[in-house]
């Protein structure tokens, strides 16, 4: 027996029932903005710092995802310079301006600004400018540890749509002993949204008879030349590509 892999276990389980009932409806409506910015040929950004960025890039050319999923992405926010510098930066909103003019927003399109605690300086000046330009913002992250924060702008009181983590403060689940806990949820229940909301926006736009232009996984037969066709077509509005 384990009490971490018991504990944490329970967590996604609840979590789970949690996003497919009183959830649901939440992520519908999350998902339709989405898809009504790629009927009108617009992008869905995704902005985070830390392990926000790496949230950012769970959709990223990711087989069984779709191209207009567009990571705003910055080595330096994905502590390729070192984690105290990472979190200085994160600390600076700023720097947002200057984040923003690096991608081609427009009007229309969707941010998906994500942050556990709701309350990363950075992120939130993102998601401000992102409603400020008429961009549609749907905030990821942890409503409940914005609230222990109220001295603090937050992320969700920004936001058109907001998709609830789980994420207790501390953002680890399971109490191994007193001050110590294990288990970070973020991670797992973020990327989890994020697909379910990828996988919606795909059968919403097939509903609409419009094929969502999804990668496919380089090992299969043929991905190459798709993946290179949506490549061309994305490549100036995606700068990782």
């Known amino acids: 027996?384990?009490?971490?892999?018991?504990?944490?276990?329970?967590?996604l389980s609840a979590f789970m029932a949690q996003a497919a009932g009183p959830g649901r409806a939440t992520l519908e409506a999350a998902a339709e903005a989405c898809v009504q910015a790629v009927l009108a040929d617009r992008t869905i950004w995704l902005f985070g710092a830390g392990h926000g960025q790496c949230l950012a890039l769970e959709l990223h050319h990711r087989a069984g995802t779709s191209a207009c999923f567009v990571p705003m992405a910055s080595p330096a926010l994905a502590f390729a310079e070192g984690a105290a510098v990472e979190t200085a930066l994160e600390r600076l909103p700023a720097?947002?301006?200057?984040?923003?003019?690096?991608?081609?927003?427009?009007?229309?399109?969707?941010?998906?600004a994500i942050s556990s605690s709701g309350t990363t300086p950075l992120t939130v000046e993102v998601a401000r400018l992102a409603g400020e330009r008429g961009l549609t913002v749907l905030a990821l992250g942890s409503p409940a540890c914005a609230a222990s924060r109220p001295e603090r702008p937050s992320l969700f009181a920004l936001a058109d749509h907001v998709l609830d983590n789980g994420a207790p403060e501390g953002d680890a689940v399971v109490e191994l002993a007193q001050d110590l806990r294990v288990g970070a949820f973020s991670s797992v229940s973020g990327a989890l949204l994020l697909q379910l909301l990828a996988g919606r926006v795909a059968e919403r736009l097939l509903e609409q008879d419009f094929a969502p232009p999804v990668w496919r996984a380089s090992a299969l037969p043929g991905s190459d030349a798709h993946n290179d066709r949506l490549a061309a077509v994305w490549q100036e509005r995606n700068r990782s590509l």
């Open 95 to 112: 720097m947002a301006p200057a984040m923003v003019a690096r991608h081609a927003w427009q009007p229309g399109d969707v941010l998906i």
């Open 1 to 11: 027996m384990s009490k971490v892999i018991d504990d944490y276990l329970a967590h």
